[in-house]
């Protein structure tokens, strides 16, 4: 039972555009929502993360949204650069000092120069 | 330099056959945990450590152990390896319980048991 799901493995854009990656969640205890990016033969770098509380985080290029009533969340990287061509993850966790997360399978961003 | 360290980065192995994967942090953090890639499933916790002595199973942590006896070391493992665990591994550590903070990745370690 997959409770953190990434529905398309793989997205290709353009340089300079919006890429919009989706996440989309079952377990409506999830509280805590961070998205990772990996390159290939490295672990994966932190991005940005998002409580429940809020519905939209930003840093830099990086935009990360939260609808909690249809448990969905995605992160928007605005412009796309051919240096965020990674794999991305989404994670979930429910509570506070637990440290127990769930990741997606993440979807494979491709940016084309 | 900041880092968590894995070792071996690649590791063949037999089935049967106890192996350990070290993990080993320089930043002081307390909250350190192991994962597993594998294609199709993404990243799933194996167990993770709130300090030293406290450690937790996450997600699937059949078939694997690990120890938390002082801050930096934090060791994966496995008794009798099956070729099902072959596998992606990677140690991360956090500073905080908070559960927004950023966990710091190692390289990884590519395991294959035959």
């Known amino acids: 039972d997959q409770q953190v799901k990434q529905n398309s493995p793989s997205l290709s854009v353009q340089e300079g555009r919006i890429s919009i990656l989706n996440c989309d969640y079952t377990?409506?205890?999830?509280?805590?929502f961070l998205w990772y990016k990996k390159y290939p033969a490295e672990g994966p770098t932190f991005l940005i993360s998002i409580s429940s509380i809020k519905d939209k985080n930003e840093d830099g290029r990086f935009t990360v949204f939260l609808n909690k009533s249809a448990k969905h969340l995605s992160l928007h990287i605005v412009p796309s650069q051919p240096g965020d061509s990674a794999v991305y993850f989404c994670?979930?966790?429910?509570?506070?000092?637990?440290?127990?997360?769930?990741f997606g399978t993440g979807t494979r961003l491709k940016v084309l120069a | 330099e900041a880092q968590v360290t894995q070792n071996p980065r690649y590791l063949i192995t037999v089935t049967g056959k106890k192996l350990t994967v070290t993990c080993s942090q320089n930043m002081n953090h307390e909250y350190m945990s192991w994962y597993r890639q594998d294609p199709g499933l993404g990243l799933r916790q194996i167990y993770y450590?709130?300090?030293?002595?406290?450690?937790d199973k996450g997600d699937v942590p059949e078939g694997y152990k690990v120890s938390r006896k002082e801050k930096r070391n934090f060791p994966l493992i496995l008794e009798s390896p099956s070729p099902n665990q072959t596998s992606l591994y990677f140690c991360a550590s956090t500073m905080t319980n908070s559960p927004l903070a950023e966990a710091f990745f190692g390289q990884g370690t590519r395991l294959t048991v035959v």
């Open positions: 450590s709130m300090n030293v002595e406290v450690t």
């Open positions: 377990n409506s205890m999830f509280d805590y």
């Open positions: 994670a979930a966790s429910e509570a506070s000092g637990t440290y127990k997360y769930i």
